[in-house]
T-cell receptor, first 117, second 113 residues
Framework: DAGVIQSPRHEVTEMGQEVTLRCKPISGHDYLFWYRQTMMRGLELLIYFNNNVPIDDSGMPEDRFSAKMPNASFSTLKIQPSEPRDSAVYFC???????????????FGPGTRLTVL | AQSVTQLGSHVSVSEGALVLLRCNYS??????LFWYVQYPNQGLQLLLK??????LVKGINGFEAEFKKSETSFHLTKPSAHMSDAAEYFCAVSEGGSYIPTFGRGTSLIVHP
C-alpha cells in the first residue's frame, strides 16, 4: 500500500491567494483527518470525516478554511484567502474502520508545508 | 475530556544512554494510549500503543512504554539511544469509544555522539 498521499509537498503563495491541499487516504480506511502543525500551537485537529461525511469541524480556525471529501479516496482542504499566519505544515491522516477492538491508530501522510508570503 | 501532558519539550541524551520521555494523561474512561514518532520532514508514525491487557507495551526500534493507571502515566523508554532515534515524539490518548486521539505538544529527542 502506498500509504496516505498528500499533494503538493510544498506550497509557497502570496497573501490573498487561494490554496488547495489534497489528500488520498489509504484504501479501505473510512476516517480521514486534517491536522495543522506549527511551532507555536503544536498539532491541531482541524476537521475529520467518517464515510466522507464531516463529523467535527470545530477545529477549523475560521471561515476562510473549508474541507471536502467528495469520495472515499479524495479530500481537499482549501484556504481562501490565505494569510501569512496560515503558514504551517498540514497533515492528512486516515484510520481503518472500527470493528471489534479497534485501536484508533492513525496513519499520517508526509504533510504539505505551506508558506504564505 | 481527555488531555495529554508531555514533560519537557526537549530531551538530550548521549548515544548509548537510557531514553526516558514522559507522558501523563487525563481521561474519564479507560484510555487508549499511543506514542508516535516524527522524523524530520515526515508525517507521524505509530511507535506503539496500549489498549487493554498487558501494561508493558513493546514497539518498534526497541522502544517500550508502561501504562500505570495509578500514576496516569505512559512513559516511553529505550535502554540504549542510537543517533537514528533523534526525532520528535508525540504521546496521544483516546478515550475508548471516542476514536479521536488528543496529542501532546511533543518532545524533541536529541542524541549526542
Amino acid at each position: 500500500d502506498a500509504g496516505v498521499i498528500q499533494s503538493p509537498r510544498h506550497e509557497v503563495t502570496e497573501m490573498g491567494q487561494e490554496v488547495t491541499l489534497r489528500c488520498k487516504p489509504i484504501s479501505g480506511h473510512d476516517y480521514l483527518f486534517w491536522y495543522r502543525q506549527t511551532m507555536m500551537r503544536g498539532l491541531e485537529l482541524l476537521i475529520y470525516f467518517n464515510n466522507n461525511v464531516p463529523i467535527d469541524d470545530s477545529g477549523m480556525p475560521e471561515d476562510r478554511f473549508s474541507a471536502k471529501m467528495p469520495n472515499a479516496s479524495f479530500s481537499t482542504l482549501k484556504i481562501q484567502p490565505s494569510e501569512p499566519r496560515d503558514s504551517a505544515v498540514y497533515f492528512c491522516a486516515s484510520s481503518p474502520p472500527r470493528m471489534g477492538f479497534s485501536t484508533d491508530t492513525q496513519y499520517f501522510g508526509p504533510g504539505t508545508r505551506l508558506t504564505v508570503l | 475530556a481527555q488531555s495529554v501532558t508531555q514533560l519537557g519539550s526537549h530531551v538530550s541524551v548521549s548515544e548509548g544512554a537510557l531514553v526516558l520521555l514522559r507522558c501523563n494523561y487525563s481521561s474519564s474512561v479507560p484510555p487508549y494510549l499511543f506514542w508516535y514518532v516524527q522524523y524530520p520532514n515526515q508525517g507521524l508514525q505509530l511507535l506503539l500503543k496500549y489498549t487493554t491487557g498487558a501494561t508493558l507495551v513493546k514497539g518498534i526500534n526497541g522502544f517500550e512504554a508502561e501504562f500505570k493507571k495509578s500514576e496516569t502515566s505512559f512513559h516511553l523508554t529505550k535502554p540504549s539511544a542510537h543517533m537514528s532515534d533523534a526525532a520528535e515524539y508525540f504521546c496521544a490518548v483516546s478515550e475508548g469509544g471516542s476514536y479521536i486521539p488528543t496529542f501532546g505538544r511533543g518532545t524533541s529527542l536529541i542524541v549526542h555522539p
